[in-house]
């Protein structure tokens, strides 16, 4: 099912009109250019009904809690049920991303996911769910997270030309606030009228979506990782390009500063005077945030230090401000703001490290990735579900974005934090790692 890169790949297939054909578009042009390839778009739609199902769990399973017990700290537990294996099996995900086909990977990953969702949603409609019964099931579907979250992004390289990688990277993160944008509400008008049952099976349904876009897709060969494999090898990297580091330092802050609005929606929800259902609605804002964002960036490059610092500002500024206001139309505003910079952070950052390492190396690099972008999350979860039983959700909001604002001000000190360059950062890691690795 793979194509060789330079036997049967046109430069700009699918309609693009012969090579080069729409290089300089940027905006939406740029961004349907790449959607209109197979085997992206494919990806993508798969893609994007996999991640707005998993809103349909997430809400679900927070407002079940929430109406079980009414605590701010299980929310918090939930959410680190979600993420707390990132942290235990990185380095043997990326190990795995990068030995073996990371198309099949996510494939068997995504096949764990559909059976333990389908498991959920009978739970439900049996009436044998409780708390507990939610957050070990939830710790369930992370640990097949946490398997596919390196070969999920590193995948985006064998879809696309390297030219369209920043696009590329922009649109994969679209797939998530695209749904962030339309899960939740449709999520919330789910529960609302069919139940929380009906919200779990929608779930389990979507990852079948994927799973067909998998089985269909084509990918160009994969340079693999041989002999031993270990997570160490990517942190020599990081010691040789204090750069990337820096990137996963601002992927960290993106992710801690985005906790609030994802754990405590339903709670935020209920400061702002209203039912916890409408907490869909305030995911939907920042998602459609996101993917404005994610339009406007198509087609541009990584961009300067001083624009990843704004973008950094707009997500802590906007997280401040949504967590202060007392009006939720504004607040709605500000959320939407937030969503803008969480997006525009990432893409930078993530189409960096990408493109800054050697394609056997992309699979180490995307489980650090994973760390520092979702492995913060289940310590996020448990301060700001913490902090807002104590204090309130609203403190908790400001808290969980001075990571982000301290990040612009570092950044705006540190100049040097420049865009690394990509072909010649891969060339040096191919050549220094062409002892230790061959292709698969």
């Known amino acids: 099912m793979s194509r060789g890169v330079g036997s049967t790949e046109r430069p700009e297939s699918g309609g693009g009109g012969g090579p080069g054909a729409g290089e300089g578009a940027v905006g939406p042009r740029a961004a349907w250019r790449v959607l209109r390839r197979r085997d992206f778009g494919l990806y993508f739609v798969g893609n994007s009904a996999s991640a707005t199902g998993g809103w349909f769990h997430n809400l679900a399973a927070a407002i079940l809690i929430y109406r079980l017990t009414g ?13 707390a294996w990132v942290l235990v099996l990185a380095p043997w995900a990326g190990a795995l991303a990068d030995r073996f086909d990371r198309r099949l990977v996510l494939l068997w990953a995504e096949l764990g996911a559909t059976a333990l969702s389908f498991l959920i949603a009978g739970l439900a409609y ?10 070990g099931i939830t710790l369930a579907l992370g640990l097949t997270a946490a398997i596919a979250a390196p070969a999920q992004q590193a995948i985006v390289v064998a879809l696309v030309p390297e030219r369209d ?28 009228t069919i139940g929380i049952a009906a919200a779990f099976a929608v779930n389990a349904f979507s990852y079948l979506v994927l799973v067909a876009a998998l089985l269909i897709v084509r990918t ?8 031993q494999v270990r997570l160490r090898d990517s942190l020599v990297l990081l010691r040789e390009d204090p750069r990337l580091l820096a990137y996963l330092l601002i992927v960290a802050a993106v992710g801690w500063a985005s906790d609030p609005v994802n754990t405590l929606a339903p709670a935020f929800a209920e400061a702002y005077g209203y039912q916890d259902t409408f907490g869909g609605i305030i995911l939907g804002a920042f998602g459609a945030g ?12 990584a961009g300067s230090a001083r624009r990843m610092a704004f973008t950094l500002t707009l997500l802590g500024g906007g997280l401040v401000l949504f967590s202060l206001v007392q009006w939720l139309p504004l607040g709605l505003v500000f959320v939407a703001i937030c969503g803008a910079g969480y997006l525009a952070s990432n893409t930078s950052a993530t189409t ?13 690099i995307m489980a650090l990735w994973g760390i520092a972008f979702l492995g913060v999350r289940p310590f996020a979860s448990l301060l700001d579900g913490a902090i807002a039983a104590f204090a309130g959700v609203r403190v908790a909001g400001v808290v969980l974005a001075l990571p982000a604002l301290a990040g612009a001000a570092v950044i705006l000190a540190w100049p040097r934090l420049e865009p690394v360059r990509a072909r010649a950062a891969a060339s040096r890691v191919r050549r220094s790692s062409a002892s230790r690795y061959g292709r698969g």
């Open 165 to 192: 990688l920043p696009t590329a990277v922009a649109l994969n993160s679209m797939t998530f606030n695209l749904a962030r944008a339309l899960g939740p509400a449709l999520a919330a008008l789910a529960i609302g």
């Open 352 to 364: 960096r490290l990408q493109l800054g390492v050697a394609e056997s190396q992309r699979g180490r």
């Open 126 to 135: 049996a009436g044998r769910l409780d708390e507990w019964s939610v957050i």
């Open 220 to 227: 160009r060969p994969q340079e693999r990782a041989v002999g």
């Open 290 to 301: 996101a993917v404005c964002a994610a339009v406007v960036l198509a087609g541009r490059t």
């Open 71 to 83: 605590s701010e700290l299980l929310l918090g537990v939930l959410s680190f049920s979600q993420f």
